[in-house]
């Protein structure tokens, strides 16, 4: 059956989509397993493995697991890895003590990766949240959130995971001058080879529910809007960019990801440096839960939602699904 298309025009779209080889051929972003960061949660003791029930397929492990399961990442070709501590109750106090501890939990287990696994890029998060009893990433001096009191804190944490073997320190905090006041206080210290990836327009969002719960550190009161950005913001994060990269980061993050791909744009169109974005909890959990309903095919979404973080301008991608996407990119 033919048809007389009345209307006049030798543009046809259509043909570059003809078939797989030509689609492939003209594909602009290609998303590869050299793009993806697996960010991981690690217990005390030995032999545990839990599951996030929050998150469902992420695990929490005990060092000498996760050692297991970094191999296993390393040999899929995963450049990297973004370290979280879980740390109990009875160690966490108001000024985040622990965070200062060489023996700790978190510069244990840069120690031990980074002797198995010397090529693996570590990046290591820097705030007080995990270590608070407040539940939060500064210090909370009556309802407050401390800002300048909250740097030196930062910048001992800093320092105890720069020693440890961290590649990247990325403070996730939003405290005002963290990062100049951080950058001093390594290469003071001899770090100067230490880099800075910087949370730097993190917003105050929902999606990070399933992260405080993996963590217990949801805050015990009020939330984190004097300091995490505004969702409804979009020149601001350009302005915190602005002075993350003036005070020295190497790389600036954008975070959530999913719901501020015009963030990530704007950030990588107006900035000459590396950008990094962060697919987090809750959006790992929508996507997951899609999928387990038998809404959509998991590595279809999945490698849809993480082709889109790349096509906005994020070259280094944060995401709990780094493994899987790393397997099924394995054939590709
Ligand atoms: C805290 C921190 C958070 C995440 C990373 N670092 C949570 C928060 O700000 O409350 C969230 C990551 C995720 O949701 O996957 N400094």
Redesign the pocket.
Known sequence: MTHQNPFQSSVRLRRIRKSKNIRDMVTETQLSVKNLIW?VFILEGHNRKEEVKSLPGVFKYSLDLLLKEVKKASELGLPGLAL?PVIPENKKDTQASESANPDGLMPQAIREIKKHNPELCLFT?V?M??YSSDGH?GLVDDGKILNDETLPILAKMALVQAQAGADFIAP??MMDHRIGYIRQYLDKNGYTNTGLLS?SA?YASA??????DALD?NPKSGD?KTY?MNPANSTEALEEVTQDLSEGADIVMV??ALSYLDIIQKVSENFDRPVAA?N???E?AMLKLLAQQGLAQERDIVLESLTAIKRAGAQIIFT?FAKDVAEWLKDK
Not at 207 to 212: A, K, S
């Open positions: 960010p979280f998060d705030a949240d995990p990433d996730s905090d949370y993190k999606f990070y529910g399933p992260f405080r550190s984190k995490q975070k959530p962060y987090v909890s809750g790992y709990y």
